[in-house]
């Protein structure tokens, strides 16, 4: 059959690009490949357009590539999509992507594309007129002024006027200010008095450099935030509202930011939302009306305040909504047990009807001759888990669910509690945004014994990190249940997961690594002094203080002077009862993915770039917030002298299936010994798995997909414990000589 070709446009010239990448980069995930064949189609901020490699398709940030687009990417002009797609999936947002310029642009191309049409998508990002229009419709709405340019750059000849109007309105302070055409809470904020609105109109009104918008200063409303997602009977074309979610801000903040929207574990929502069905119900008729008042087709998600006197007050409708893989969109769906796959299809299945061309498909399937794949193989995916890494285990345990191929395996996600207690989790419960949410979900007839696992599973996918699920105890009790599990065995996983034997060990193999010593919080306590002499003996200030045994930059700080370090470890020693102590290297730092079990390969490294110092967890995990350059942008000579390094640290350490080794660079200029080197830091046996982790961008410059990888890694453990190589699970047979084809 041939298959329809679906371009999937992302990025754009919005100050949404980032989150648009990542809605994008879900939507290809999720697509169905058997249907239709997916296009990654990419703007730039300066408006070009490129079909986006694969091997890009999964960094963190779009600046991570943009500047390699001109040499490996196809530049394409709009024109020319007539000729690549049969249909635009629209994963962009903001200005020129939701406010009616592409899709006019796409309907001069008589190209079929996803979502609201031109009226639709022009006013719903006019915050200004929407209100107008709803309030004519007696659709509950924030009593808001708005504020133009002109006023906002002569604001002491117009401010009397601002606060006459603010008052006439009722509008007391604090104050909600935000642009009129930006989503993602871009340059919102609360302003707490009349004297402080100068300096926020100025910064809401410029958030998109080179663009002065008009703002709007609305009431801030008090009671439970509220969105509600909607989807369109492909038959009927009627709305469907799904459940709608409840946020509750974090403790100190007063707005649901950016960061609490995107950022793994932050914010904390309830789906259903915490109100009577009655209530629920609604808010649904009135999200419903909302959306056909303002034509918006297909999909929408409306945002709104439930007061204390239950009335439902819109603030922001949008026609586009944002599809991170636990946004609001997918688990509301997964409240009334619809997964990703199928709500993305069921978008692109509506709107192929509205074209009129989803029948000719489906009778062509029809004709289509189903084979049988034969028995699946059943893999237990654990999940969450006790350390300050589960919400990072809780993306890579979803990731890896969802991106197990449902032709070769049932994906079975398992959450592992605090008390690494196992619950099997719905899909409702894995698309949640933090553990904490999961917690309140479990049920006592959810919970499994751990012995239950090799009743239902045929391997173990272990995604917990840090602590219990890396140092070896998960895996002893995995092979003690005679059950195959992906990654190192039970001494590499326990020596690596202590980052001063890993060190000893391989200063005494001749690797170099920083130097560092261990303090224990009873060693401190006992003679201050004594260590403070012996801490200057070794290390020069500054140095780094982390953990030993933990990952994801939990606790790790840098120290300045003596001072600085008794006032950190004070802290440090509230949450953890050993030190380390680590020389503060300068260098290149570079993160390196090796796989394999008996020739294990090295894949290409990534540069590490941090704003400070110390990479933040924000910056390895929030959408747009780090930057990592793949491969490092080194020579030749020196890419192959890293991965030699790192390949024989790996099997020197017993590492098995893949690994991430972070390490520091040094040219022979640089380094102290007046040759190239590399130093190892630490070596993480169990590496984030998340949409965007470097490993998938190191494995994606070899040609290798994030869905095949995760084949290989389960490949790999059977092969390792049940020495056994079956063809149809390990990618061209074996991962050394896929590398090594691409290399």
């Known amino acids: 059959m041939q298959k329809m070709r679906v371009g999937v446009l992302m990025g754009g010239k919005s100050q949404e690009r980032e989150v648009s990448f990542n809605s994008g980069r879900t939507i290809c995930d999720h697509l169905d490949t058997n249907r239709y064949e997916i296009i990654p189609l990419f703007q730039t901020r300066k408006g070009e357009l490129f079909i986006l490699p694969w091997h890009f398709l999964h960094r963190g940030k779009t600046n ?359 619950y099997k989790l719905t899909n409702r419960e894995l698309v949640r945004n933090s553990t904490k949410e999961i917690e309140e979900l479990l049920l006592p007839q959810d919970k499994l014994r751990w012995d239950d696992l090799s009743e239902i599973a045929d391997f173990v996918f272990i995604a917990l990190h840090g602590g219990q699920g890396e140092n070896g105890a998960v895996q002893g009790t995995l092979q003690m249940l005679g059950l195959p599990y992906n990654g190192s065995g039970v001494l590499a996983s326990a020596l690596c997961a202590n980052k001063s034997k890993t060190n000893e060990l391989l200063k005494t193999k001749g690797f170099d690594v920083p130097q560092s010593l261990l303090l224990s919080h009873q060693e401190w306590e006992c003679n201050k002094d004594t260590w403070l002499e012996e801490i200057e003996k070794k290390l020069s200030f500054p140095f780094i203080l982390k953990p030993h045994n933990d990952g994801c930059s939990v606790l790790v700080e840098k120290i300045k002077d003596k001072r600085d370090l008794i006032k950190k470890l004070t802290i ?82 017993g590492c098995k299936g893949y690994a991430r080794i972070d390490c520091f660079w040094q040219s022979a200029q640089t380094s102290p010994t007046g040759k190239e080197r590399v130093i190892i830091l630490e070596v993480n046996t169990l590496p984030g798995m998340t949409p965007a982790t470097c490993i998938f961008h190191q494995a994606a410059e070899v040609g290798i997909k994030p869905m095949d990888f995760i084949d290989l890694i389960v490949g790999l453990g059977l092969q390792e414990h049940r020495n056994s190589e079956p063809e149809s699970l390990l990618f061209k047979q074996s991962i050394e000589r896929k590398i090594l084809q691409k290399a």
């Open 572 to 653: 440090f020693f509230r949450s953890k009862k050993t030190a380390m102590l680590e020389e503060l290297v300068q260098g290149m730092e570079l993160t390196v993915g090796v796989i394999g079990n008996h020739n294990p390969q090295a894949l290409p490294p990534s540069q590490t770039v941090a704003s400070d110092e110390i990479l933040t967890i924000e910056e390895k995990f929030l959408p747009g917030a780090g930057e990592n350059q793949t491969p490092a942008p080194l020579s030749k000579n020196s890419l192959a002298f890293v991965q030699e390094i790192n390949k024989k640290v790996y099997t020197i350490l």
């Open 64 to 422: 991570d590539f943009v500047h390699r687009l001109p040499t490996e990417a196809t530049k394409i002009g709009w024109d020319d999509l007539k000729e690549l797609v049969d249909f635009i999936y629209l994963a962009m947002h903001g200005k020129y992507a939701e406010d009616g310029t592409v899709q006019g642009f796409l309907e001069i191309l008589g190209i079929p594309y996803l979502g609201s049409k031109i009226f639709a998508s022009s006013l719903g990002m006019d915050k200004i007129m929407q209100k107008e229009v709803l309030q004519s419709h007696n659709i509950a709405v924030a009593k808001g002024i708005a504020v133009y340019p002109y006023q906002i750059r002569k604001f002491e000849k117009y401010k009397q006027h601002i606060f006459d109007r603010l008052d006439k309105a009722k509008i007391k302070p604090p104050y909600i200010v935000k642009p009129n055409q930006e989503g993602s809470s871009l340059g919102v904020e609360m302003v707490p008095t009349k004297k402080t609105l100068d300096k926020a109109l100025k910064r809401a009104s410029a958030v998109t450099p080179g663009h002065e918008q008009p703002v709007l200063i609305e009431e801030k409303i008090e009671g439970k935030e509220i969105s509600c997602c909607l989807i369109t009977d492909t038959k009927t074309g009627k709305p469907i509202p799904l459940i709608p979610t409840e946020i509750t801000l974090e403790s100190g903040t007063h707005l649901f930011d950016y960061e609490q929207k995107y950022m793994p574990g932050k914010g904390h929502e309830h789906t259903p939302a915490r109100c009577s069905n009655d209530i629920m119900q609604k808010i649904q008729k009135i999200c419903t009306r909302v959306m056909e008042i303002l034509d918006i087709t297909n999909m929408a998600r409306i945002d709104g305040f439930l007061t204390e006197n239950n009335e439902f007050v819109v603030i922001d409708p949008n026609t586009i909504t944002g599809m991170a893989p636990s946004s609001f969109f997918f688990r509301e769906a997964a409240e009334l047990n619809i997964n990703h796959t199928q709500l993305i299809n069921h978008l692109i299945e509506t709107e192929l009807r509205y074209y009129g061309l989803l029948e000719p498909i489906i009778e062509q399937e029809k004709k289509q001759e189903k084979s049988m794949q034969g028995k699946k193989i059943n893999v237990a995916i654990l999940l969450g888990g006790n350390t300050n890494e589960k919400e990072i285990s809780l993306e890579s345990g979803r990731n890896i669910t969802y991106k197990l191929s449902p032709k070769k395996y049932n994906a079975i996600p398992i959450f592992v509690s605090r008390n690494m207690e196992l």
